[in-house]
């Protein structure tokens, strides 16, 4: 994953620009509420993982919901990229400072590639993770050795129905996507331990195909390997001068433990 790192440690204005992440994190966590992940009739302190918290999206909310409703967590906030950690660290602060009564939480961070996080039998409760899974070698195995570990593992991922339109057009000019290649459904409905699977469209509006490409370049989300030559990108400017609108197609996925499920 060292070109992934690169890439989101050389995002620039990434909270500008990824309102889509911004909006499944929302979604997200709405799912994660109606599922009862966090258990409220449990009074234990809760331990619960963030894998690629990236600038804060879905921190953020956990953490005032956690503040709101006053369970005692220890919350901890995974990255592999150093600038994603501190834009992270920077929003928490601020909610931290506004609830310096709340006592019931310990916030911590760890710069690290998610997927090769060690863990043991006390690590975490909960695993949390919201559009960073998809960059893992192997989201299964990942399933597979850690769940025994933990009582729920839940997380978003965008599926290869995402940007059809995009990448179709790319066929019509004989041009190389430049997005990364995203998991099928299918595959998705396969892995190991699911207990709830949900897919969910979220459509997208660009102001037009320029910006479009603007917005994967300037959040880091794309493949450098594929870079566009000049007359490439000129013929998918070129191709509408209106609004562009696509998709992302998002699987929220809870894989449960059954020592733990009962």
Not at 82 to 92: G, I, P, Q, R, Y
Not at 166 to 177: A, M, N, P, S, T
Not at 190 to 218: C, D, G, T, W
Request: net charge positive; aromatic share 12%.
């Amino acid at each position: 994953m060292g070109i992934i790192k690169l890439q989101f440690n050389q995002a620039i204005n990434y909270d500008e620009y990824a309102f889509a992440q911004k909006i499944i994190a929302h979604k997200f966590f709405e799912w994660i509420i109606s599922k009862n992940i966090f258990n409220l009739e449990l009074k234990d302190t809760k331990k619960i993982l963030e894998l690629g918290c990236g600038s804060g999206f879905l921190s953020e909310i956990i953490l005032d919901y956690l503040i709101e409703t006053g369970i005692t967590a220890n919350l901890e906030l995974a990255d592999i990229s150093n600038n994603m950690l501190d834009m992270c660290k920077n929003k928490l602060s601020i909610i931290q400072h506004k609830n310096q009564n709340q006592k019931n939480i310990n916030v911590s961070y760890i710069n690290i590639n998610a997927e090769y996080l060690k863990f043991n039998q006390n690590n975490s409760d909960i695993i949390l993770s919201n559009m960073c899974m998809q960059w893992f070698d192997d989201i299964n195995l990942y399933i597979k050795n850690n769940i025994t570990k933990v009582k729920y593992l839940a997380f978003t991922i965008p599926t290869s129905n995402s940007f059809k339109n995009w990448r179709q057009i790319h066929d019509e000019l004989g041009i190389k996507c430049a997005l990364h290649q995203l998991i099928s459904p299918q595959i998705i409905k396969k892995y190991a331990h699911i207990k709830h699977l949900e897919f969910v469209n979220i459509p997208l509006e660009f102001q037009s195909i320029r910006h479009f490409i603007q917005h994967f370049k300037l959040i880091g989300a794309y493949d450098k390997k594929k870079l566009y030559s000049i007359s490439d990108l000129r013929k998918l400017i070129d191709y509408t001068q209106s609004k562009f609108l696509t998709n992302y197609e998002i699987a929220i996925v809870m894989c449960g433990n059954e020592s733990e499920l009962g």
